[in-house]
């Protein structure tokens, strides 16, 4: 897989971000809150995120649409890194979630046609909603087309035979989506909320490799980087290993740069 090297910014006295051992564990420490702290996973997550952005470009004063960004946990992390962020998501339930209202910035919209002119952003971001939509390439394509020449996208999913890849039906999903929701109804009393076929879907590592590297020989943008996102830097290479990448590789990050 070809790849680019990527932007580093002049220091800022924001400590660099470190793809060690110690963050994964803590980031896989803090997954277990998710539920039942929301505001404590998603906005330790979000900060990581940042400082693994600021590796790749400037945020200060850049403008950045966060897709899917519901409740606006990112959002608020980028405009403390000083981005200017617009906020799509296409269920206002979601995006009231944390406290009632709406997220700064925040747009109604589907992340496959999103409501943004070609060309109109420097950052175009998502973090875990790709295997949310029918049509994860047609998203992908979006995210692209709405970012100007030289801006970036980054493009974060979980992968669907990552151990997680059922979400809260998982490891069940193994078995079958659709089983594994019918599981989860019995012993819960309640649909997942989040529903194969109808919320979430089936998303391959291979799938969306398969999608970068055609944008990288004969589309818009180039692949930056492809790696798992929450994995230390020298695990990078599981990306390229077929079969196993899709059970290891968990959480899939590219990095591409609009022509």
């Not at 790849?3 to 896989?28: I, K, N, W, Y």
């Not at 897709?67 to 979601?94: M, Q």
């Not at 009632?100 to 998502?126: I, K, N, Q, Y």
């Amino acid at each position: 897989m070809e790849t680019h090297e990527v932007f580093r910014p002049d220091p800022s006295g924001v400590a660099p971000f470190r793809a060690d051992v110690a963050r994964s564990v803590r980031l896989l420490s803090a997954f277990r809150k998710e539920q039942t702290d929301p505001d404590f996973f998603y906005g330790l997550l979000a900060a990581d995120t940042v400082a693994q952005l600021r590796g790749y470009t400037r945020l200060d004063g850049a403008l950045v649409v966060d897709v899917g960004g519901g409740p606006g946990y990112f959002a608020d992390a980028l405009r403390r890194a000083g981005a200017r962020t617009v906020c799509v998501d296409c269920d206002a339930g979601e995006m009231r979630a944390r406290d009632g209202a709406m997220p700064e910035g925040a747009v109604l919209g589907s992340a496959l046609c999103l409501p943004l002119r070609t060309g109109s952003v420097d950052v175009c971001f998502s973090s875990n909603v790709l295997e949310h939509v029918p049509d994860p390439r047609a998203m992908a394509a979006e995210m692209v087309r709405v970012t100007r020449p030289g801006g970036l996208v980054y493009l974060s999913y979980t992968s669907w035979f990552s151990p997680w890849g059922g979400h809260e039906t998982s490891p069940w999903h193994y078995l079958g989506g659709h089983r594994a929701a019918r599981r989860y109804e019995r012993r819960h009393g309640r649909r997942p909320k989040n529903v194969y076929g109808e919320s979430m879907y089936a998303v391959t590592v291979a799938e969306m490799l398969a999608w970068a590297r055609r944008e990288h020989r004969e589309g818009d943008a180039e692949l930056v980087e492809a790696l798992p996102r929450y994995h230390p830097r020298w695990a990078r290479h599981v990306v390229l290993l077929p079969g196993v990448r899709e059970v290891v590789t968990w959480n899939l990050l590219l990095v591409l740069r609009r022509r």
